[in-house]
């Protein structure tokens, strides 16, 4: 069965210190892989996606398809990233079902 | 610029009510889906339609329902709302290839009491 787990509920960090929230995904085909945010009242939004490899606001993830793990990097934390990370995959042979994990609050302290 | 709208903030419902929550957008995405989001459990699926009057179950469908009579209008029908689901709601869609990129709803807060 498809799976996104996220073994962190919680992750507290200092301001400046490098941050890493990890993913790990179960899917036997090709898989499309996301980062998602919700910052305080806000909607949740695309932080960034695996095929594009872009770094957004300072943020990397890499997909390892041999530990199916898609963990998302920062070297230096500011208090502003502070929210709710999700990360997703895509299922394309399912219509484009799309699955979360279980979510990390990240806190950054000053 | 707001995309995806879900008709209601908050809602508070009585056990053994008949609830349908809505959601449109505007994107013209042939995708839409319902999740709920819960702390610890993080977002769940509930349903998803990947066309007009097709649906599928995610993983959490049982006491509730889904319609999809027009493109852009996704609802969620709890058939008799229980106090444990109670939860936040959230209405998504996106396009199934290309940009594939998801745009969420604002959430709707269901209390059933």
């Known amino acids: 069965a498809q799976r996104v787990t996220q073994p962190e509920k919680l992750l507290s960090v200092f301001k400046g210190a490098p941050v890493e929230l990890k993913c790990n995904y179960s899917?036997?085909?090709?898989?499309?892989l996301f980062w998602y945010v919700q910052y305080s009242r806000q909607r949740l939004q695309l932080l960034l996606r695996?095929?594009s490899r872009e770094s957004i606001k300072g943020f990397t993830a890499d997909l390892n398809k041999g530990e199916t793990s898609f963990h998302l990097k920062k070297p230096f934390a500011q208090e502003e990233d502070s929210a709710m990370y999700y990360c997703?995959?895509?299922?394309?042979?399912?219509?484009?079902?799309?699955?979360f994990g279980q979510g990390t609050e990240l806190s950054v302290k000053p | 610029d707001v995309k995806v709208t879900q008709s209601s903030r908050y809602l508070v419902k009585r056990t053994g009510e008949k609830v349908f929550l809505e959601c449109v957008q505007d994107?013209?995405?042939?995708?839409m889906f319902w999740y709920r989001q819960d702390p610890g459990l993080g977002l769940r699926l509930i349903y998803f339609?990947?066309?007009?009057?097709?649906?599928e179950k995610g993983d959490i469908p049982e006491g509730y329902s889904v319609s999809r009579e027009k493109k852009e209008r996704f609802s969620l029908i709890l058939e008799s709302a229980s106090t444990n689901q109670t939860s936040m709601y959230l209405c998504?869609?996106?396009?199934?290839?290309?940009?594939?990129?998801?745009?969420f709803g604002q959430g709707t807060r269901l209390t059933v009491v």
């Open positions: 997703a995959l895509m299922i394309y042979n399912q219509g484009g079902k799309l699955i």
């Open positions: 899917y036997s085909g090709s898989p499309e």
């Open positions: 695996h095929i």
């Open positions: 994107m013209d995405h042939e995708n």
């Open positions: 339609s990947y066309d007009v009057k097709m649906k």
């Open positions: 998504a869609s996106n396009a199934p290839w290309g940009d594939t990129e998801a745009f």
